[in-house]
């Protein structure tokens, strides 16, 4: 049970809020690499902890990340003109570089001795993973930018699915490391079969259990924490155990149990207290694994154009019920609403924007549920009295030597030894990760 005022703490970000200051000390993925890739291209609104920016690739292929509004008269700077290595405003012709330089006032007399009288607010970008990261923090205490689990070298194949959802940041993450749903909630996308892991197979991830009640067993850690759910399988169930691990990398990411085709990672960022970013990711460093961009986003039914719109925004709602097909749920179908992403949501979104914990009744499934929220209210407490975010403190864990696990073991394993940390490339390769 959490009072109305943990409640605020966990779930709110914006102004002063402890949660949002501390995610303010992280690297944090305003978009994809993709929505910015042309040189000169169109800049790209982005929304982080309740503040707007923009995005946008210069003539020389530098990377910008600035508040939207010209400090000029507040026009957004979304509708600027990209070129000559800066983005211009259109009201009046001011024009600012990556850095936030003031390069021309043309509205101005004399405006060349003014150039350096101010500059507009700007942001340190990095460009990995198939993201664009920006630290919105004090740069005088930055650390490092460091790669995601999912770039462990320079030529990891990676794949995104990315959806606006309009609902508070925790809840969503609480539905990524909540790894008894799945038995339910994804149970015609993960069906029951007998074979020896998570296999993905004709647009379906076949799963060795049809245990729907694992019992849960969770190790604290310096960066979030890690839990095993642990299930009867099909076969061999007096001696083997199913076991899926999953990894809270705080604040915002989860690594979840893979398949044998590809890792999965998930990102929920807060664009602001009541709309999150849900990003999901699947890659692999090894030739041959991983998932097309295009096959991806057609599993996840989750493709711009047809179930997104160019903003990412999802054409299943609360207000149309996500489409729900009773007929087909009739005729097998769980929940009869198409994609894993899109189940999901329809959960998260129905809790409301910020969903009142107060009178919820847990269960032993929700142990990771639990220590997320005990956890993050800690870090937020500890960042309002004045200490350093989670995650951003000495000894630190490179997020690329970290791992999820799934498969079927004996009994006698120590589910702590599986998907141990293994250092991944040579310290040159996982710098070059970075560029």
């Not at 010209?70 to 259109?90: D, I, Q, T, V, Y």
């Not at 160019?310 to 009739?330: G, I, P, V, W, Y």
């Not at 940390?421 to 970075?434: F, H, I, K, M, R």
């Amino acid at each position: 049970m959490m009072t109305a005022e943990e409640n605020d703490i966990l779930c709110r970000v914006e102004g002063d809020a402890p949660m949002g200051k501390l995610m303010r000390q992280h690297w944090l993925p305003a978009c994809l690499s993709d929505e910015v890739a042309e040189r000169d291209g169109a800049p790209v609104r982005t929304r982080l902890l309740g503040e707007d920016l923009v995005v946008f690739r210069d003539t020389d292929g530098n990377l910008g990340a600035m508040q939207e509004k010209c400090p000029h008269r507040g026009a957004s700077l979304a509708f600027g003109r990209n070129e000559e290595c800066g983005l211009r405003c259109l009201y009046h012709g001011w024009k600012f570089d990556v850095e936030g330089n003031v390069l021309d006032m043309a509205s101005e007399p004399n405006s060349e001795r003014k150039l350096g009288a101010f500059k507009h607010a700007a942001y340190p970008v990095e460009e990995c993973g198939g993201f664009i990261w920006v630290y919105l923090g004090d740069v005088k205490t930055m650390r490092p930018f460091e790669p995601p689990a999912w770039a462990p070298t320079p030529d990891t194949k990676i794949s995104v699915v990315k959806i606006k959802t309009p609902c508070n940041w925790a809840q969503v993450l609480e539905g990524s490391i909540d790894s008894a749903h799945s038995s339910s909630l994804h149970s015609t996308n993960m069906p029951s079969a007998e074979v020896d892991g998570s296999t993905a197979k004709d647009g379906v991830w076949l799963r060795p259990s049809t245990d729907k009640s694992p019992r849960l067993e969770i190790e604290m850690t310096d960066y979030g924490f890690r839990y095993a759910a642990l299930r009867k399988p099909i076969k061999n169930p007096e001696i083997d155990v199913y076991v899926r691990t999953t990894l809270f990398i705080a604040p915002f990411t989860v690594l979840i149990p893979p398949n044998d085709q590809y890792k999965l990672a998930q990102m929920l960022f807060p664009i602001d207290d009541v709309t999150t970013m849900f990003y999901w990711v699947a890659w692999h460093e090894e030739e041959g694994k991983g998932i097309d961009q295009d096959a991806w986003r057609k599993f996840c039914a989750a493709e711009v154009g047809i179930e997104l719109d160019e903003n990412f925004e999802k054409s299943l709602t609360l207000e149309n019920m996500f489409k729900q097909d009773r007929a087909a749920m009739k005729a097998g179908d769980f929940t009869g609403i198409t994609g894993i992403p899109a189940q999901d949501m329809a959960m998260w979104e129905s809790m409301g924007p910020i969903t009142d914990r107060h009178d919820e009744r847990l269960g032993a499934s929700d142990l990771s549920i639990v220590k997320f929220r005990v956890q993050m209210l800690e870090a937020a407490n500890a960042v309002a009295a004045g200490k350093p975010a989670i995650g951003t403190t000495e000894p630190h864990i490179p997020h690329v030597t970290l791992s999820s696990f799934e498969g079927v073991m004996p009994k006698t394993t120590n589910w702590r030894t599986l998907g141990e940390l293994e250092e991944t490339g040579s310290e040159d390769e996982q710098a070059a990760a970075v560029a």
